[in-house]
């Protein structure tokens, strides 16, 4: 059933354009763990978002093959700047050339490393964050990013449902599962921000800074 309404959904949306149909056909023949790579549904909605926060600073935490980062540069203004980060240098010179053939290649600026040590030598406020990286690792990057996270601006964290493991009985263990559970415990307690979760895929977590 939900195949079926995957196929729907794809066909009463917006259509995936080119660069990015070719990325997906390239992560699935290439590349290990293709399921990270967001794809058409996700995408469309991540576009749109974007669109919709109108960011003029995003920061993106996971590159991975360029997907979702070519799907926000898409939906930002002229004169935006996107940061994207990724610990895997094998990638670097694929997604180098994917974003130098976008049409948004003046906006996108690739950063290979660890982003734990990465975004704190990036300068200024963020309006928007893309977190998609080590899900072990949530949480720090959440500490690490709200405090420069302008008031109105958006964390998107995506995988936030992992499968549905983190409703199961009895919790899993392992640590990844772990590490997106006590995200979403900590977000949902925090303060500061108000949160709402879209259970598209493996979960999108919309988190407002207020």
């Known amino acids: 059933m939900q195949n079926q309404l995957d196929e729907y959904i794809a066909s009463h949306i917006s259509p995936e354009p080119d660069i990015l149909a070719r990325t997906y056909r390239h992560t699935?023949?290439?590349?290990?763990?293709?399921?990270?790579?967001?794809?058409?549904?996700?995408?469309?909605?991540?576009?749109?978002?974007?669109?919709?926060?109108?960011?003029?600073?995003?920061?993106?935490?996971?590159?991975?093959?360029?997907y979702s980062a070519l799907c926000m540069a898409e939906g930002m203004p002229e004169g935006s700047e996107l940061h994207t980060v990724e610990i895997d240098d094998e990638l670097e010179d694929e997604l180098l050339?994917?974003?130098a053939s976008s049409p948004y290649a003046g906006?996108?600026?690739?950063?290979?490393?660890?982003a734990m040590d990465i975004v704190p030598?990036?300068?200024?406020?963020?309006?928007?964050?893309?977190?998609?990286?080590?899900?072990?690792?949530?949480?720090q990057y959440f500490h690490m990013?709200?405090?420069?996270?302008?008031?109105?601006?958006?964390?998107?964290?995506?995988n936030t449902l992992w499968d549905g493991k983190v409703?199961?009985?009895?919790?899993?263990?392992?640590?990844?599962?772990?590490?997106?559970?006590?995200?979403?415990?900590?977000?949902?307690?925090?303060?500061e921000v108000?949160?709402?979760?879209?259970p598209v895929r493996d979960g999108l977590s919309l988190i407002r800074k207020l």
Not at 33 to 59: D, E, F, N, W
């Open 28 to 66: 699935h023949l290439y590349h290990l763990y293709p399921r990270m790579c967001s794809g058409h549904i996700q995408g469309r909605l991540l576009k749109m978002l974007t669109a919709m926060i109108s960011p003029m600073r995003v920061l993106e935490l996971g590159a991975f093959t360029g």
């Open 167 to 191: 409703a199961a009985t009895p919790p899993p263990s392992d640590p990844q599962s772990r590490g997106i559970m006590e995200f979403n415990d900590i977000v949902a307690a925090c303060p």
């Open 194 to 198: 108000e949160v709402a979760i879209i």
């Open 121 to 139: 030598r990036l300068e200024g406020e963020w309006d928007m964050v893309f977190m998609d990286a080590n899900k072990r690792h949530y949480t």
């Open 107 to 114: 906006r996108i600026h690739l950063h290979i490393g660890d």
């Open 97 to 99: 050339q994917r974003f």
């Open 145 to 158: 990013i709200l405090p420069r996270l302008r008031r109105g601006g958006y964390i998107l964290a995506d």
